[in-house]
T-cell receptor, first 117, second 113 residues
Framework: GAGVSQSPSNKVTEKGKDVELRCDPI?????LYWYRQSLGQGLEFLIY????????KSGLPSDRFSAERTGGSVSTLTIQRTQQEDSAVYLC???????????????FGPGTRLTVL | QKEVEQDPGPLSVPEGAIVSLNCTYS??????FMWYRQYSRKGPELLMY????GNKEDGRFTAQVDKSSKYISLFIRDSQPSDSAIYLC?????????????FGKGTRLSVIA
């Protein structure tokens, strides 16, 4: 079946502009995660949505970052007033919540490569 | 000190070699351990998923967990050029379906034909 999809695949923007990144999770997956992968830092957790619960925002680096998930499916990560240090690959993952590994594996999308000039 | 430490490499080996990749961690609450493989310009894909200490084998891949030493390893036997990728260790306190993963920085592996 279809995997996690993300758009755009690449985004180049100017410092100070706002950007929106989109994630379409695997159909039926109730958990959705955003991670950021930057050179030298590895993969870092940003935000987590689980069903109708309040999202876990503990990984967001600043209040310029926000995310929403509409209808329990598609999610959008918004970065306001982008800075050069925001340049990274933004990865989305989704999973079932079964409590039984490995059926609760996180499946990753291909990522959006963001470059802030 | 980061929660998960992983040597970023790069690691270059000849085809057919046995590869050993390792991570150490500091949080004794981690219970679930994973290895992901990431090809260039792609998202990570799950290779191995283990819960308890000990070994788990899948084809040419063996994952090893030593909770007493807070040390995990991935062994690749008969390595192939197609194994060239970044290998990421990941771990979580609860099952990976309902908790964010904590990743190592990844080790870049090149297998030379």
């Amino acid at each position: 079946g279809a995997g996690v999809s993300q758009s755009p695949s690449n985004k180049v923007t100017e410092k100070g502009k706002d950007v929106e990144l989109r994630c379409d999770p695997i159909s039926g997956h109730t958990a959705l995660y955003w991670y950021r992968q930057s050179l030298g830092q590895g993969l870092e957790f940003l935000i987590y949505f689980q069903g109708n619960s309040a999202p876990d925002k503990s990984g967001l680096p600043s209040d310029r970052f926000s995310a929403e998930r509409t209808g329990g499916s598609v999610s959008t990560l918004t970065i306001q007033r982008t800075q050069q240090e925001d340049s990274a690959v933004y990865l989305c993952a989704s999973s079932l919540i079964t409590g039984i590994p490995p059926t609760d594996t996180q499946y990753f999308g291909p990522g959006t490569r963001l470059t802030v000039l | 000190q980061k929660e998960v430490e992983q040597d970023p490499g790069p690691l270059s080996v000849p085809e057919g070699a046995i590869v050993s990749l390792n991570c150490t961690y500091s949080n004794s609450a981690f219970q679930y351990f994973m290895w992901y493989r990431q090809y260039s310009r792609k998202g990570p894909e799950l290779l191995m998923y283990t819960y308890s200490s000990g070994n788990k084998e899948d084809g040419r891949f063996t994952a090893q967990v030593d909770k007493s030493s807070k040390y995990i390893s991935l062994f690749i036997r008969d390595s192939q050029p197609s194994d060239s990728a970044i290998y990421l260790c990941a771990m979580s306190v609860a099952g990976s379906g309902n908790t964010p993963l904590v990743f190592g920085k990844g080790t870049r592996l090149s297998v030379i034909a």
